[in-house]
T-cell receptor, first 115, second 117 residues
Framework: AQTVTQSQPEMSVQEAETVTLSCTYD???????LFWYKQPPSRQMILVIR??????QNATENRFSVNFQKAAKSFSLKISDSQLGDTAMYFC????????????FGDGTTLTVKP | DTGVSQDPRHKITKRGQNVTFRCDPI?????LYWYRQTLGQGPEFLTY????????KSRLLSDRFSAERPKGSFSTLEIQRTEQGDSAMYLC???????????????FGPGTRLTVL
């Protein structure tokens, strides 16, 4: 069974600063996908960034980037130039492959961006 | 298409009653997922459909739970004889455009918050 661990229940960062959220996972599979989702207070979950395990290059989406360490089974999210709108719960998720369908989620990190 | 929609957004019921939730996925998506999320935790997988076929069910989905997607479009999740432990947010997601594109990215609806008194 796959597990996803987010060891930081809560984090805070000053506006315009950089913050890194940690995620580790456990699997015996070789082909899989990793995701970071954002869930703002009382709003729906949206995808922030995704990474295919077979790709060496770390994914980047504007201010969001990941540090994917396959051997260490680590998948951290870096948010640069933090904005007040980044305040949300962030979930790391794992999917074996597209045919498996389901995602396994961590318990989330609550990020607060302070003005 | 404005995304995944769920109805109702909130449901309060008494223990022992039956409840049914509806999910309308993004129209061109052929996969539909149900997750349950309790306070302070990440979503937990319940079941998923490819078109009208239910391909996987979690052990979390007891015999009081049933999900359908009769025409491969919208889906319903029914909980019979609700218990207080069923109180949670029920999330629906869809993926896999029939006409191509990313097959793995799941798009989530706003959820249905169930409170069992």
């Amino acid at each position: 069974a796959q597990t996803v661990t987010q060891s930081q229940p809560e984090m805070s960062v000053q506006e315009a600063e950089t913050v890194t959220l940690s995620c580790t996972y456990d699997t015996s599979e070789n082909n899989y996908y990793l995701f970071w989702y954002k869930q703002p207070p009382s709003r729906q979950m949206i995808l922030v960034i995704r990474q295919e395990a077979y790709k060496q290059q770390n994914a980047t989406e504007n201010r969001f980037s990941v540090n994917f360490q396959k051997a260490a089974k680590s998948f951290s999210l870096k948010i640069s130039d933090s904005q007040l709108g980044d305040t949300a719960m962030y979930f790391c998720a794992f999917m074996i492959d597209t045919n498996a369908g389901k995602s396994t989620f961590g318990d989330g990190t609550t990020l607060t961006v302070k003005p | 298409d404005t995304g995944v929609s769920q109805d109702p957004r909130h449901k309060i019921t008494k223990r022992g009653q039956n409840v049914t939730f509806r999910c309308d996925p993004i129209s061109e998506h052929n996969r539909l997922y149900w997750y349950r999320q309790t306070l302070g935790q990440g979503p937990e997988f319940l079941t998923y459909f490819q078109n009208e076929a239910q391909l996987e069910k979690s052990r979390l989905l007891s015999d009081r739970f049933s999900a359908e997607r009769p025409k491969g479009s919208f889906s319903t999740l029914e909980i019979q004889r609700t218990e207080q432990g069923d109180s949670a947010m029920y999330l629906c997601a869809s993926s896999s455009p029939r006409t191509g594109g990313s097959t793995d990215t799941q798009y989530f609806g706003p959820g249905t918050r169930l409170t069992v008194l």
